[in-house]
């Protein structure tokens, strides 16, 4: 079965750094670019970031670039996204989701992980 | 960035009754790449459309879409107690990868 676990997820205080997983099984993880998207309480989605099957190509929301890195780990079947400076604004659901294909650009996200939270208050 | 607009926000209906769900870019969504997606309370969402009318694996074909360029829609040709949901759309042909606001459709 494929599956995405995230985790990492936590309250924390304005400017202040948080590291969420995402651990991936039941396929090739190697194969396939993946993204982070978000949720804010009582909002839409909002694609976060992403990054392609060797790490080659990422990208990211204006409202997160320069403080958010994405990164892969294909030996441990895991992605990562390293947040840093956070803000009361970044408070939402995170989930990591699976793209069907190698690279982010005309691919869609065909599997999604449950989420973890991630709560930036004072 | 392409900006993706859906009405109506809230679609009220009762079950059996078709639902069409609109989605404007604005700008052309290359190679009709987008995507429709489901998503319940407390649960992550759900592919439910690719590529603007291709239905993922599993999906029932009461749902359908349509569309290229700029203007693309869902229709749910009978809805089912389980279809009362929030749709976003979201187009996957250009960084950043943008969801529309949703659309609720709920039970009238």
């Known amino acids: 079965e494929v599956q995405l676990v995230e985790s990492g997820g936590g309250l924390v205080q304005p400017g202040r750094s948080l590291r969420l997983s995402c651990a991936a099984s039941?396929?090739?993880?190697?194969?396939?670019?993946m993204h982070w998207v978000r949720q804010a309480p009582g909002k839409g989605l909002e694609w976060v970031s992403g990054?392609?099957?060797?790490?080659?190509?990422?990208g990211y929301a204006d409202s997160v670039k320069g403080r958010f890195t994405i990164s892969r780990d294909n030996a441990k079947n895991s992605l990562y996204l390293q947040m840093n400076s956070l803000r009361v604004e970044d408070t939402a659901l995170y989930y990591c989701?699976?793209?069907?294909?190698?690279?982010?650009?005309?691919?869609?996200?065909?599997?999604w992980g449950k989420g973890t939270t991630v709560t930036v208050s004072s | 960035e392409i900006v993706l607009t859906q009405s109506p926000g809230t679609l009220s209906l009762s079950p059996g009754e078709r639902a069409t769900l609109s989605c404007r870019a604005s700008?052309?969504?290359?190679?009709?790449?987008l995507a429709w997606y489901q998503q319940k309370p407390g649960q992550a969402p759900r592919l439910l459309i690719y590529?603007?009318?291709t239905r993922a694996t599993g999906i029932p074909d009461r749902f359908s879409g349509s569309g290229s360029g700029s203007d693309f829609t869902l229709t749910i040709s009978g809805l089912e107690p389980e279809d009362f949901a929030v749709y976003y759309c979201?187009?996957?042909?250009?960084?950043?990868?943008?969801f529309g606001g949703g659309t609720k459709v709920e039970i009238k």
């Open positions: 989701a699976k793209v069907f294909g190698i690279t982010m650009v005309g691919y869609y996200m065909d599997v």
């Open positions: 039941g396929f090739t993880f190697d194969d396939y670019a």
């Open positions: 990054i392609s099957w060797n790490s080659g190509r990422v």
């Open positions: 700008q052309s969504v290359s190679s009709s790449s």
């Open positions: 590529g603007a009318s």
């Open positions: 979201q187009q996957y042909g250009s960084s950043p990868y943008t």
